[in-house]
């Protein structure tokens, strides 16, 4: 599945995760183990069950920690390492240390203690959001008054990270076409994905079974305890508010002012996930193809050209790179395909702000052949750099998700009797997208988790921000899960993009702002543009 955090609210934000997909990693929350059929019974469903109250005897060790800050290199930030058990169920098996980062409160005014934040995912470095952005880019009054903080989850970045490729490996993984024409390039595929995942198996060991959001959520607990605030505050967006909410349940007495930006449903299958997100894409693209026939550089299209037939022209575009790639100018010799193609348009619906350098990459690739614009916004979504440097993105988001939920196919006849629902929710991206949810099916750790709903009973007023267009998280979960907590607002953006703070909305803003500074949450039923 396609989720997406960022470094900077809201476009391909660098340390950006899309989340996104090589064999498009697009199962990103599709997992191993046995494939869902169905969207479930939501009402039938277990909630999360909060953890006791009291501390483990076996956990005080970890809780009664006190971090040694020091100086991390980027001026005005500290950093620290954290423990955590490695395995909840087994606290005296070994450790796993955390990398955490603070920009302590600028202003004069009372302390308000610890805000966390988290970009989402999973698989993005929260250490690198905070200092490349929310540490200096959130308001100024919110950072007077707050600690800003962050962590890297297990397995991310700069805590242990999750190794699986080398990176001309993951070069080919992500040229992988996801749109196999026969049984040759289904095997293909299929070959790729167990690749991927028999070298995470081997390359991370023990640390791929205990990389679960549940443990993620734990650990924030931990920290919690070790920063010395009583309740937690926590900003997350994307997958941080799928982590955010499973806090707010098992520790619902412990939760502070917590807002959650572009909301995951719980409820929901691995599969019925991914197929809410194809429909999401194709909303963003249909906004997307209705703008850019008003522009006079739209390649796709021109006055009057229907939204449908700039998505034909699309696909037919994607076809004859399918059968010839194009020079992109790459310095290592890649040239532009259906794959990465298709990567750098997605990547762009993530924000209206990039559609001007989607309508100058398609201009390129279509009329001159120089696949170099498309390539950019494909290298960006996999956080990779010149010489096949990748970050861990890639690795550490399918090993969360592979963990989290069963996944959404076994094999390569499921995907095929599920095309039909996935072309009918994007003719664009509808087929690709259901072949990238596969790669799971494949992978060496059983599934710890499954479906269910979040109540957190007793939690503090919690904030729930769903956009009306978000291609990625669509608003139905956040209404979903604005349901489902009983101390829920929900806060709504009208409008295109993934999530919303910090995006342009001074509604939205305010809004935000006021409840992290004063605790008052948005009136019920709110609504901005």
């Known amino acids: 599945m396609y989720l997406r955090r960022s470094s900077r609210p809201c476009r391909p934000r660098t340390a950006a995760v899309l989340l996104t997909a090589a064999a498009l990693l697009v199962s990103a929350c599709s997992s191993g183990g046995s494939a869902d059929t169905a969207t479930g019974d939501h009402a039938a469903q277990a909630a999360l069950a909060a953890l006791p109250q009291s501390t483990p005897s076996a956990l005080t060790p970890y809780y009664g920690q006190k971090l040694s800050w020091r100086s991390c290199g980027v001026p005005g930030f500290q950093c620290a390492t954290m423990k955590a058990p490695l395995d909840y169920a087994r606290p005296g098996a070994g450790d796993v240390r955390l990398a955490v980062a603070r920009k302590k409160a600028t202003g004069k005014g009372k302390p308000l203690g610890s805000l966390l934040v988290n970009p989402g995912g999973p698989g993005g470095s929260a250490v690198g959001y905070l200092q490349q952005y929310a540490g200096i880019g959130y308001p100024a009054s919110v950072r007077a008054r707050y600690d800003m903080v962050a962590v890297d989850p297990r397995g991310v970045a700069r805590s242990e990270p999750v190794e699986c490729l080398d990176g001309r490996q993951m070069d080919a993984y992500t040229e992988t076409d996801n749109t196999p024409d026969d049984r040759k390039e289904t095997g293909q595929l299929v ?15 023990k640390l791929l079974q205990h990389v679960s959001t549940v443990e993620a959520a734990r650990d924030m607990d931990i920290l919690r305890s070790a920063l010395g605030d009583a309740k937690l505050t926590y900003v997350g967006a994307s997958y941080g508010t799928f982590l955010g909410a499973t806090y707010a349940g098992l520790f619902p007495d412990r939760v502070g002012r917590m807002v959650l930006d572009g909301a995951m449903d719980p409820t929901l299958t691995s599969r019925q996930m991914n197929l809410d997100q194809t429909a999401g894409f194709e909303t963003a693209f249909q906004s997307f193809a209705k703008d850019c026939v008003r522009q006079p550089d739209c390649p796709l299209g021109h006055k009057g050209t229907s939204p449908a037939q700039v998505g034909r022209n699309l696909s037919a575009f994607f076809r004859k790179l399918d059968a010839h790639p194009i020079p992109a100018g790459d310095a290592d010799g890649r040239k532009l395909g259906e794959a990465l193609a298709t990567t750098g348009v997605i990547a762009a619906m993530y924000d209206e702000s990039s559609w001007g350098q989607l309508r100058e990459g398609l201009t390129s690739a279509m009329k001159e052949h120089d696949g170099a614009g498309l390539l950019v916004l494909s290298d960006s979504y996999y956080e990779r750099e010149a010489g096949a440097r990748y970050s861990n993105l890639m690795f550490a988001n399918a090993a969360v998700n592979c963990l989290d939920l069963p996944g959404a196919f076994t094999g390569p006849g499921d995907v095929q009797k599920a095309l039909p629902a996935f072309e009918k929710a994007s003719p ?15 992978w060496p750790v059983k599934p710890t988790g499954a479906p269910h709903r979040i109540e957190a009973k007793g939690a503090a007023p919690i904030v729930v921000v769903g956009t009306t267009r978000d291609p990625a998280t669509p608003y139905r979960w956040a209404q979903s899960l604005s349901r489902q907590l009983t101390s829920a607002r929900l806060l709504t953006y009208v409008g295109d993009g993934h999530t919303a703070y910090g995006r342009g909305s001074n509604c939205i803003d305010s809004a ?8 008052t949450p948005p009136t019920k039923g709110k609504r901005c543009s």
């Not at 070959?191 to 060991?205: I, L, P, Q, V, Y």
């Not at 664009?428 to 099916?441: D, K, P, R, S």
């Not at 935000?512 to 605790?519: C, F, K």
Request: charged residues 20%; positive net charge.
């Open 428 to 442: 664009v991206f509808g087929e690709g997208l259901a072949w990238a949810a596969l790669n799971c099916a494949y």
């Open 512 to 519: 935000i702002d006021t409840y992290l500074l004063h605790g």
């Open 191 to 205: 070959a790729a994905d167990k690749k991927f995942a028999n070298g995470c198996g081997r390359r991370s060991g």
